[in-house]
């Protein structure tokens, strides 16, 4: 019980100081996973407190997926999500790598960015290696103002900051706007890596379904009416994990609803330089007329993921705040990369590279959905998509996409198991591949694979169910 005694400071309420406390001892692995924690009426006694506080803290850490109840039998510590999908590969040779979005190594303008490099050394070499100003090398925010005008973004570099990949902008948003227990609505299922990020800010999340066409508005203004979120975080284009793209109606209905309900909205773009099949490819952003939008734009799936850079628009009044969390980050963006992607970018074939990584996404993406439904429908349920680098597909009631995740990487196969999308647990039957690394012939032996053996999964786990339920009785 040692463990968890906690010195009351008197800066804050003793159920948060408590619920801090065992955060920290699961993080450090004080307590496990599965592990119990003291009964409230227990704990309460050792740490001198009314029994409410202990409910309360508990509470708190259930909401926020760190204990989960057994009725009867106590709270115990939830295994944490914390390897972003990633899954253990090192005993498989040769795996067709369906659950990596980092695209083809022969896809990079390799030769291009060494010369851009040595362009960057040679013309800059004084200060190449000086941190900048932490908003953004000037000359790359001004390509970057020319290059967002061409998605419809009007921008100045005053708006602009240059950021360590996506990943650090929706850090420097979250840390601009978001405090503990702020309300944040999320896409159902979204990008794990935002969720990880907001629940690192103690967010309160709210998650709004998806539907074919993008989030569900009915619900949405269902929970607006109760709730007044500080932020809605969206991927309205080819979204991650679904492949679901907002129509033109739904965009402009955000855009609405955010100024009506005064909120911000985080537009995260990987891939929207590509139409692919769709209707409309334009960025949200490109609609906002009453700034409300915030956007990031990523290059790591159209140039390389190994660069770290994009590139945050924010609206004027979050800017100052913005570069404070920014230079709380990382100071600065690597000079280096910034001037070399300028370079790239100002005396290099961009456009003609863009056409060429838009193409082989495109004609990966036509033959996979065609090659899905041939071989696999009836057995999985594809999730309808018109464009992207993922699809999200669904088991039959009943099954795991844990233990289908693992059943076929041992056939050869690596996806993604569909939980690491969620806030919150569900009945997980969904996976998600992903194209971007894997060439169309391997890919189609993957999905060969993936049919090959999907009976056998069903077979085999609809006897494994059997008997637990046996089990139970």
Request: aromatic share 12%; with cysteine; net charge neutral.
């Amino acid at each position: 019980m040692e463990k968890y005694n906690v010195f009351f400071d008197g800066k804050g309420a003793k159920y948060i100081q408590i619920y801090n406390l065992i955060k920290k001892l699961i993080f450090e692995k004080k307590i496990l996973p599965n592990e119990k924690l003291p009964s409230i009426r227990k704990l309460s006694s050792f740490l001198g407190v009314n029994s409410i506080t202990i409910v309360k803290a508990y509470e708190l850490l259930e909401s926020e997926g760190y204990i989960y109840k057994k009725s009867g039998s106590g709270s115990f510590v939830r295994e944490q999500k914390n390897n972003y999908g990633k899954i253990k590969i090192e005993n498989h040779s040769n795996v067709y790598r369906l659950d990596t979005g980092n695209p083809s190594s022969d896809m990079f303008p390799i030769k291009d960015f060494k010369d851009a490099i040595n362009i960057a050394l040679d013309e800059d070499s004084e200060d190449i290696f000086d941190y900048d100003e932490g908003n953004g090398v000037p000359n790359l925010k001004k390509a970057m103002v020319n290059y967002l005008s061409e998605l419809g973004i009007k921008s100045s570099s005053d708006n602009l900051l240059i950021i360590s990949g996506a990943q650090q902008g929706i850090d420097i948003v979250c840390k601009t706007l978001v405090d503990y227990s702020d309300v944040v609505f999320i896409e159902e299922p979204t990008y794990y890596g935002a969720l990880g990020v907001l629940k690192s800010r103690n967010a309160k999340l709210v998650s709004i379904p998806m539907l074919n066409d993008g989030i569900d508005i009915g619900i949405l203004k269902l929970k607006l009416e109760r709730i007044r979120p500080k932020m809605l975080y969206v991927m309205p284009n080819f979204q991650n994990p679904t492949g679901i793209s907002y129509s033109e109606t739904k965009k402009k209905k955000l855009i609405e609803l955010a100024e009506e309900y005064d909120f911000y909205i985080l537009e995260d773009d990987f891939i929207s330089d590509f139409k692919f099949q769709s209707n409309n490819n334009q960025t949200l952003k490109s609609y906002d007329i009453y700034d409300r939008v915030i956007y990031i734009k990523s290059f790591s799936k159209i140039l390389m993921p190994g660069l770290r850079v994009g590139v945050l628009y924010i609206p004027p009044e979050l800017v100052n705040r913005a570069l404070l969390s920014k230079y709380s980050s990382d100071i600065s963006t690597s000079t280096l990369i910034q001037k070399s992607l300028f370079y790239y970018m100002d005396r290099f074939e961009w456009k003609e590279h863009m056409k060429i990584v838009g193409d082989i996404y495109t004609e990966k993406f036509i033959f996979t959905k065609k090659y899905l439904k041939e071989k696999l429908d009836g057995k999985l349920k594809l999730i309808e998509t018109a464009g992207g680098i993922n699809f999200f597909l669904e088991l039959r009631r009943g099954f795991f996409s844990s233990d289908f995740v693992n059943f076929i990487l041992d056939k050869g196969v690596a996806v993604q198991p569909g939980s690491i999308y969620y806030d919150n647990d569900i009945d997980d039957r969904f996976f998600r591949i992903n194209i971007a690394r894997e060439n169309i012939d391997r890919i189609k032996e993957a999905i060969d694979i993936i049919s090959d053996n999907i009976d056998t999964f069903y077979e085999k786990f609809s006897e494994i169910h059997s008997l637990n339920n046996d089990k139970l009785k």
